[in-house]
């Protein structure tokens, strides 16, 4: 493995390589036809993270943004509705999909850092509004809310939603690309989470450190349903047990390590709160994710990304005036106290020079 540390890349978590470890324990994996059911690598992965979160099965899928599909094809039918936060991931960066491939309306409530609260979604909801309005059937919840900041949705606000949402006949879906940060940094079980949806879809491609792979875990009845559509989207795979060894390593050693990204985001939220205490509150970095709020700034957002370009600090601009760093294993201490600086300065000019 070979990283340029040069270049400080904090653009996503999901530019992390996997380690010369891991490689090895995939070189290793036993394999088999996954479309057959062959594959013993993916089978135990697939058991062992449905067990995790306290689920009868999952399914191993090429990337989050299928898992959430499948699982949202799985609780609502075409012409009804799924709703979520405005900024979540399944709204704004799959690109559609629930619309193009299942027929799924989708409306959204908004939320300050997209932390959930229970009646944003319950006033949103409209279940059984037929024959004239789309009925509501299902809820999704991003933990932790990427472009919300990487917040972290409290467990007394998601088990009070799933106590109203069975009243209402509402199924629920977790988006749980980084549902690994929330746990480190709340304590709160898998299960605990698990117990709280019908449906969830967790990454291994992002902070764990595996190239590929996500799962999409339920029932055994609706996994055995998603497996087919899987398949029917081109994504049954093959001798993919490389990969779910990948996923196996990245459980066994990468989830505790986490709380060292979230070290690391801490301390470039600081840095840029002690020079623009206006761009974000240190406070409310609570993961991996630092979004800095650029709103009074001399130049904006995707001006401020080819600034630190140059210098070469690698940032995501995520909108016109907000700014998106990831913190990972693939980027060291050193790194990040050099990010700090080049952040500081060009903060500097950018707001204290105005
Ligand atoms: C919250 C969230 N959900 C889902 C996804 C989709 O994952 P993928 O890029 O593997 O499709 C992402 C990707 O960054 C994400 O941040």
Redesign the pocket.
Known sequence: MTINEKIIDLR???VTRPSNEMRAAMSQAPVGDDVYGDDPTVNSLEERVAGLFGKEAALFT???????QLAIRMLVSPGEELICETN???AR??LGAAAVFSGITTRTWYADRGLLKVHDALNLAKPDSGPYLVSTTAIAV?N????GGGTVQPISEITALRSESTKRGLAMHL????IWNAHITTGVSFKDYGENFDTI?V?L??GLGAP?G?LMISTKERVARARVWRKRYGAGMRQIGILAAAGHFALDHNIESLALDHKKAGTLARACAEVAPSTINPEHVETNIVGLDLTGATCNASQFASLAREKDLWISALGPTYVRLVTHRDVNNLQIERACSILQELLQSAFVAK
Do not use: Q
């Open positions: 996503s978590d999901t090429p990337s989050g943004s299928l898992a959430n979540s991931h399944i960066a799959e991003e932790t809310h990427n472009f988006d749980g690309a980084r879809s990454c491609s992002k590929v996500s």
